[in-house]
T-cell receptor, first 115, second 107 residues
Framework: DSGVTQTPKHLITATGQRVTLRCSPRSGDLSVYWYQQSLDQGLQFLIQ???????AKGNILERFSAQQFPDLHSELNLSSLELGDSALYFC??????????????FGQGTRLTVV | KNEVEQSPQNLTAQEGEFITINCSYSVGISALHWLQQHPGGGIVSLFM???GKKKHGRLIATINIQEKHSSLHITASHPRDSAVYIC?????????FGKGTHLIIQP
């Protein structure tokens, strides 16, 4: 058990809908990262939050947004969903930012299926 | 943008064999990570390296910063080592991932 909790584990929704994925980081970790894993693109970095503030952005679509709350949990919001958004979404947390050379711990992922 | 290449893409070996998975990257990095992903999908962080060598049980990871290359070795491989092994680099925020090496260890 990595200590990172993601909910829900599975989500099936229709095209055009909006969903929210939730991540609770390990106790004491200030950074939360979101990643998308699809069959054709592999694992891709979406966005990082550090202590409530956006720190780095990767290949995140404009239809997607995220935030980190004062208790350090994070939510990833996906809207106007398309079939191609079907993927595994991982959250990871670390004590500092990646440039601080701190190890990242991954959640079990949320499997999103858009039908 | 950092390009991360892993080899081999697929590897099937017999139980007990010594396994080597390679990772090369194109641009200088802060750290390199080796991750393991089991068929259920969960990702486990095996190592984080910025220099030298690390060992954990039967797993050994090395990195050569000058050559921009890392290797993951598994000694005395076991069927439970069957998984996808993913190399990732942090340059300096987020991670850039290789496509993974699908390892199968046959009894």
């Amino acid at each position: 058990d990595s200590g990172v909790t993601q909910t829900p584990k599975h989500l099936i929704t229709a095209t055009g809908q909006r969903v929210t994925l939730r991540c609770s980081p390990r106790s004491g970790d200030l950074s939360v990262y979101w990643y998308q894993q699809s069959l054709d693109q592999g694992l891709q970095f979406l966005i990082q939050y550090y202590n409530g503030e956006e720190r780095a952005k990767g290949n995140i679509l404009e239809r997607f947004s995220a935030q980190q709350f004062p208790d350090l949990h994070s939510e990833l919001n996906l809207s106007s969903l398309e079939l191609g958004d079907s993927a595994l979404y991982f959250c990871a947390s670390s004590r500092g930012g990646m440039s601080d050379h701190t190890e990242a711990f991954f959640g079990q992922g949320t499997r999103l299926t858009v039908v | 943008k950092n390009e991360v290449e892993q080899s081999p893409q697929n590897l099937t070996a017999q139980e007990g064999e010594f396994i080597t998975i390679n990772c090369s990257y194109s641009v200088g990095i802060s750290a390199l990570h080796w991750l393991q992903q089991h068929p259920g999908g969960g990702i486990v962080s095996l190592f984080m390296l910025s220099s030298g060598k690390k060992k954990h049980g039967r797993l050994i990871a090395t990195i050569n910063i000058q050559e921009k290359h890392s290797s993951l070795h598994i000694t005395a491989s076991h069927p439970r080592d069957s998984a996808v092994y993913i190399c990732a680099v942090s340059p300096p925020d987020g991670l850039t991932f290789g496509k993974g090496t699908h390892l199968i260890i046959q009894p």
